[in-house]
């Protein structure tokens, strides 16, 4: 038998930094400008996009990432991007990624901000929102499979996913739910001689994002009610992105507090307004503060609100970021993150069946859900382009005289 040792094959080069920084920049900017359906399905498209057919990440480190945004506060889906900038291409990565996703959806929730401004009233949506939704609901449901396949390595780990849909449904808390999920699969593993050194290492993450909050905590002390100023207008939106967990519903629960109650600079039906656009438009939910920004400011409020709100998902994951390859590296940590992982596929789940109620909502759009999600299982069409069908379709169905209400 031959016992020579095979020569390790040399692993690929990297990436020239200017070449990932082109390609960050390519397709975050595509993705702001294009990709409705708020978090999950940014998210689902990243996975599609950047794991299974570019290959810049494994689905192993894609679901880390995920997981360590879902643990911070701010917009899941940006943090995501601000975590594959920065793994593809350090610091210059981290920035390039985050802005190209956040810019495109900002520069268009500011122009409707000037549409309603100027009309009174927001452009029709409704057509392409009617052919886009069944085929994010399908991007969605393969990417869960994608992800599931991957996540769930064991019976345990499948137990506590269910466990965590179930919670999920219930209306826990998100942030509850993982630290329950990673907790669960932590103790399932730990011996009493390493509950120090695993506590050292589950609280890394937290401890390392108290510089970048404890400012903002202040923050929510000091603004009492005040004449409106921009500076004001900017440190409401950085509490907002500092603190806030869930979606665009405790969103406006958030603004309505300091806006509509405590300020009295908006009425009740401007901030349902803002709170639509940013959930109906490509791109971040966050935007809404870029129209609630222009509705008390014009552009400069518009600016200055979006730099605030989406701030702290820089500092936070700039902080955090860097410690992801040491906690995976602990094996109680790994564990942890794995049932945080798993939890937040719950989460996502959760999202897509609340969404797909009202968006399957007759026998064209659930034909449009099905055929979207066998092509992409079958024959792996890039979800853009079924985007853009499935936009091109609701605007037909306008066209013919479909009632969306």
């Given at each position: 038998m031959?016992?020579?040792?095979?020569?390790a094959?040399?692993?690929p080069?990297?990436?020239?930094p200017?070449?990932?920084?082109r390609?960050?920049?390519?397709?975050?900017?595509?993705?702001g400008?294009?990709?409705?359906g708020?978090?999950?399905?940014h998210?689902?498209?990243?996975?599609?996009?950047?794991?299974?057919?570019r290959?810049?990440?494994s689905r192993?480190k894609?679901?880390d990432?995920l997981?360590?945004?879902?643990?911070?506060?701010?917009?899941?889906?940006?943090?995501?991007?601000?975590?594959i900038?920065?793994?593809?291409?350090?610091w210059?990565?981290?920035?390039v990624?985050g802005?190209?996703?956040?810019?495109?959806a900002?520069?268009i929730?500011?122009?409707?901000a000037?549409?309603?401004?100027?009309?009174?009233?927001?452009?029709v949506?409704?057509?392409i929102?009617?052919?886009?939704k069944?085929?994010?609901?399908?991007?969605?449901?393969?990417?869960?499979?994608?992800?599931?396949?991957?996540?769930i390595?064991?019976?345990w780990l499948?137990?506590?996913?269910?466990a965590?849909?179930?919670?999920?449904?219930l209306?826990?808390h998100?942030?509850?739910?993982?630290?329950?999920?990673g907790?669960?699969?932590?103790f399932t593993r730990?011996?009493p001689s390493?509950?120090?050194?695993?506590?050292l290492s589950?609280?890394?993450?937290?401890?390392?994002s108290?510089?970048?909050?404890?400012?903002?905590?202040?923050?929510a002390n000091v603004?009492?009610a005040?004449?409106?100023?921009?500076?004001?207008?900017?440190?409401l939106?950085?509490?907002?992105?500092?603190l806030?967990?869930g979606?665009?519903?405790?969103?406006l629960?958030?603004?309505?507090?300091?806006?509509?109650?405590h300020?009295?600079?908006?009425?009740d039906?401007?901030?349902?307004?803002?709170?639509?656009?940013?959930?109906?438009?490509?791109g971040?939910?966050?935007?809404?503060?870029?129209?609630?920004g222009y509705?008390?400011?014009?552009?400069?409020?518009?600016?200055?609100a979006?730099?605030?709100i989406?701030?702290?998902?820089?500092?936070?994951?700039?902080v955090s970021?860097?410690?992801?390859?040491r906690?995976?590296?602990?094996k109680?940590?790994?564990?942890?993150l794995?049932?945080?992982?798993?939890a937040?596929?719950?989460?996502?789940?959760?999202?897509t069946?609340?969404?797909?109620r009202?968006?399957?909502?007759?026998?064209?759009?659930?034909?449009?859900?099905?055929?979207s999600?066998?092509?992409?299982l079958?024959?792996?069409?890039?979800?853009?382009?079924?985007?853009l069908?499935g936009?091109?379709?609701?605007?037909?169905?306008?066209?013919?005289?479909?009632?969306f209400?």
């Amino acid at each position: 038998m031959n016992t020579q040792a095979v020569p390790a094959i040399p692993p690929p080069s990297p990436t020239p930094p200017n070449h990932s920084l082109r390609e960050l920049a390519l397709f975050f900017l595509r993705l702001g400008t294009t990709a409705f359906g708020g978090p999950a399905a940014h998210i689902a498209i990243m996975e599609d996009e950047l794991v299974r057919r570019r290959q810049w990440l494994s689905r192993e480190k894609f679901l880390d990432l995920l997981g360590a945004s879902n643990l911070i506060p701010g917009p899941s889906s940006s943090e995501l991007a601000i975590h594959i900038g920065y793994l593809r291409a350090g610091w210059k990565g981290l920035l390039v990624a985050g802005s190209c996703f956040i810019f495109p959806a900002a520069l268009i929730v500011g122009i409707l901000a000037w549409a309603y401004v100027r009309y009174g009233s927001l452009p029709v949506t409704l057509a392409i929102l009617y052919g886009v939704k069944p085929v994010v609901i399908a991007v969605i449901v393969q990417a869960l499979w994608g992800l599931g396949r991957t996540a769930i390595k064991t019976a345990w780990l499948a137990i506590v996913g269910i466990a965590s849909l179930i919670l999920a449904f219930l209306g826990l808390h998100p942030l509850l739910l993982l630290l329950i999920a990673g907790l669960a699969v932590c103790f399932t593993r730990i011996r009493p001689s390493q509950f120090r050194s695993a506590h050292l290492s589950l609280s890394t993450l937290s401890l390392s994002s108290l510089p970048a909050t404890s400012l903002v905590v202040s923050v929510a002390n000091v603004t009492t009610a005040a004449a409106f100023s921009l500076p004001l207008l900017f440190l409401l939106f950085l509490k907002v992105g500092a603190l806030m967990f869930g979606s665009g519903y405790v969103l406006l629960a958030f603004l309505r507090a300091d806006f509509v109650v405590h300020h009295a600079w908006l009425t009740d039906p401007q901030l349902a307004d803002a709170v639509a656009v940013g959930q109906l438009t490509p791109g971040p939910v966050f935007t809404t503060a870029t129209f609630v920004g222009y509705l008390l400011a014009g552009i400069p409020g518009a600016v200055v609100a979006t730099l605030a709100i989406f701030l702290p998902a820089f500092l936070l994951v700039a902080v955090s970021g860097p410690l992801i390859p040491r906690i995976r590296g602990s094996k109680i940590a790994a564990a942890f993150l794995d049932g945080v992982n798993v939890a937040s596929l719950a989460l996502m789940a959760e999202v897509t069946w609340q969404l797909g109620r009202t968006s399957l909502v007759d026998g064209v759009t659930i034909v449009s859900a099905i055929i979207s999600l066998a092509i992409l299982l079958r024959f792996r069409w890039n979800s853009i382009w079924l985007l853009l069908i499935g936009a091109i379709v609701g605007m037909l169905a306008g066209i013919h005289g479909h009632h969306f209400w």
